[in-house]
């Protein structure tokens, strides 16, 4: 980043700020006009830039700690840490310096406070990349590491945080063919189906967007609408539809597809990918538990949760949360799988995910959904999809997701999902 990049890197300490300090999450300040103010090309730049410092967060600071004899008020820290990402990416020292220390010389402050952060980052600059390289990889925060570690042990948490470090591929989910939408855009097909690129670049220059051909989606976000099978003439609904990933594939599938979320920004953004792939759906901006209309084959419930399971692509969730939100999440998971199962038909399929790491989003969800329904059922047969491990597949009849497996394929989301059978003899 060249000395005129002053403006990307205030925005990026803003973003840190925010994230850090005020628990806003990166979509929010973003959505909120962040960005608005910077050029295009800073834009990126920035958000580029805060991405990357909150992915290596952890590892900033041990780098940073040696030098530091207390930890600094937050403004300056934020401004080391981004210091830190930059000089160990190999930008050039000087413009780096004297950026961060412009900035912490702007707050009054933490005027007083420039002379630290010159002499702090040209240590710094003298370590460079291989300072940072032989430090370990960034361990999780504490209040999220911890259940982590009690439901998957220590060895898979190393490899979760691994996958975190190194962020995501790109994934597409192809309309009808991924093997030809591999071939236009230089990816390779997975072993579930969906298209993998190790490049990033602009989504939208890539072939085959403005001809709808795909649209871009976590594999593992792709797996619960595949447990269904074949979707053709069912009657599906989709209770928590949107950005849409899961309604497009059910729509290409061939279901008549009702598509419900509470937010009408949302809910838009479902409208224009279904448009942009040309593909069709019912869509109604409700709440979920304001929707009363019964007799689906198939509900696919992808339900609000902590969003665990995404930190690959959003390492702010970590700093931005501390858990507090997931005890209501988890309580409203419960009434919702229950509200889902009464819109199913007699013998319909109720497809229950989230995006979470954790099990009592996921696992308990569905034991206690089990042990409140006794006529309802587990169908594991359903699970036997192409690409899916053995050891994937969980005790009470689900399949847990991971971002530690597929190392060598660039990993996965972390997910978790099952299908549970209504008795054809129906309780609501
Ligand atoms: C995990 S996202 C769904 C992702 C979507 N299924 C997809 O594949 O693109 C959860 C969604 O639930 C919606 N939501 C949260 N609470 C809801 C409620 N009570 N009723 C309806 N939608 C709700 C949110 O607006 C959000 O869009």
Request: proline letters at 6%; glycine letters at 10%; one cysteine or more.
């Amino acid at each position: 980043m060249k000395q005129t990049g002053l403006p990307a890197r205030r925005t990026a300490h803003h973003l840190l700020m925010e994230i850090t300090g005020a628990g806003r999450l990166m979509h929010e300040l973003i959505a909120g006009g962040a960005l608005t103010q910077l050029a295009n090309e800073d834009r990126a730049r920035a958000q580029r830039l805060a991405t990357e410092a909150l992915r290596g967060l952890d590892r900033a600071d041990r780098m940073l700690k040696p030098y530091l004899k207390k930890t600094p008020p937050d403004h300056v820290m934020n401004a080391l840490r981004l210091g830190v990402i930059e000089l160990c990416s190999g930008e050039a020292a000087h413009g780096v310096v004297n950026a961060y220390v412009e900035i912490v010389g702007r707050n009054k402050r933490t005027q007083a406070m420039k002379g630290l952060t010159n002499a702090v980052l040209r240590k710094i600059a003298d370590e460079g990349q291989a300072g940072w390289e032989k430090r370990a990889v960034p361990l999780t925060p504490g209040w999220l590491r911890q259940p982590l570690v009690a439901a998957w042990g220590r060895a898979a948490v190393a490899g979760m945080e691994a996958a975190h470090f190194a962020g995501a591929p790109l994934d597409l989910t192809a309309k009808t063919d991924p093997d030809a939408v591999a071939k236009a855009t230089g990816g390779t097909v997975l072993p579930t189906g969906s298209v993998r690129l190790m490049a990033q670049g602009q989504v939208s220059a890539l072939p085959g967007y403005e001809t709808g051909d795909w649209w871009v989606q976590d594999a593992a976000a792709a797996i619960p609408v595949k447990v269904l099978g074949d979707v053709t003439g069912l009657k599906v609904l989709d209770l928590c539809a949107a950005p849409g990933g899961k309604a497009l594939q059910l729509a290409a599938g061939g279901a008549d597809v009702t598509a419900v979320d509470m937010s009408a920004r949302r809910m838009a953004r479902v409208s224009e990918n279904l448009a942009r792939v040309g593909l069709t759906a019912q869509t109604h901006v409700s709440d979920a538990f304001a929707f009363e209309t019964t007799g689906f084959d198939a509900v696919l419930l992808d339900a609000p949760c902590s969003a665990t399971g995404t930190i690959r692509r959003h390492p702010d969730l970590p700093y931005a949360k501390d858990g507090s939100e997931f005890g209501a999440l988890i309580a409203q998971q419960e009434v919702m799988i229950d509200h889902a199962l009464g819109l199913l038909k007699p013998g319909g399929r109720l497809v229950f995910c989230t995006c979470s790491l954790l099990p009592d989003e996921g696992e308990v969800q569905v034991e206690e959904a089990l042990a409140r329904h006794p006529d309802l059922r587990v169908d594991r047969d359903a699970l036997n999809i192409p690409g899916i491990a053995p050891e994937w597949l969980t005790e009470e009849g689900g399949l847990r997701l991971r971002p530690d497996y597929w190392p060598d394929l660039g990993g996965m989301d972390g997910f978790y999902l099952a299908v549970l059978t209504k008795p054809p003899s129906a309780f609501h």
